[in-house]
């Protein structure tokens, strides 16, 4: 049975990320769950990022390790694809997005991510980590969408959603957005767990849904199934 999907919207590691973490550890089914934080979007401090992911999940009962993949060649290399086999978590950190697709895009690191995910892994990602999930990616840079890697399909990821005001988002995406897509914003140290269809919000922080309008959901609350 495939595991779920984690889609964090930022700050990752952080105070108030504790009850989101520990609802990802759970979801694994693996006790203590084997943890993977994987740093390649963090372009500036990798280390620094997978140790504050090791600490975080340790504190919370994890058996957490890094998988230090920062390259194309390094997501091509038997030593760290072989290490994916068995995790109950994979995290893939914040970042940059475009990086992160690069790497990712075709390679058979994520060919083992999505091999343990059907084994019932829970793959998760924290802003660039999140965006890079769904079908389509906003990048940026220039705001315009390219397709990611459809992990989740039919959706679309904005991170750190506290810092926008709804309705303006909502008339942005009507002009930007691709036609279909579902775009969720995600606040900072929140997120979705679960699977397609079957979603439900967890962290500190809401979930904006934008599909035909606009729909704010709070921790504990299930999103609509069309998501």
């Known amino acids: 049975m495939a595991g779920q999907i984690g889609l964090a919207g930022g700050e990752e590691f952080r105070a108030g990320c504790e009850d989101m973490d520990r609802e990802i550890i759970r ?57 994916v086999a ?15 697709l690069s ?16 084994a019932g892994a829970v793959v998760a990602g924290s802003s660039a980590g999140a965006m890079v999930m769904g079908s389509m990616m906003r990048r940026p840079s220039s705001g315009g969408w390219l397709e990611a890697l459809g992990v989740v399909p039919g959706v ?34 929140a997120g979705c767990l679960g699977n397609p269809g079957g979603w439900r919000v967890v962290g500190s922080g809401n979930v904006t849904v934008y599909r035909d309008g606009w729909q704010v959901f709070k921790p504990g609350e299930s999103l609509p199934a069309v998501v």
């Open 27 to 83: 979801a694994s089914g693996q006790s203590p769950a084997k943890v993977l934080i994987v740093p390649t979007a963090q372009l500036t401090g990798p280390a620094k990022a997978a140790n504050d992911g090791t600490t975080h999940f340790g504190a919370l009962g994890g058996d957490a390790s890094a998988l230090m993949v920062l390259n194309g060649e390094d997501a091509q290399d038997p030593k760290f694809v072989e290490r």
């Open 86 to 100: 068995g995790a109950g978590v994979i995290y893939f950190t914040g970042g940059s997005p475009d990086h992160l």
């Open 103 to 118: 790497v990712l895009r075709n390679s058979p690191l994520m060919e083992a991510v999505l091999q343990a995910h059907a």
């Open 156 to 189: 679309g990821v904005l991170p750190h959603h506290e810092r926008r005001d709804p309705e303006e988002t909502w008339l942005d995406l009507k002009k930007s957005a691709p036609k279909g897509l579902t775009v969720l914003g995600v606040d900072a140290r």
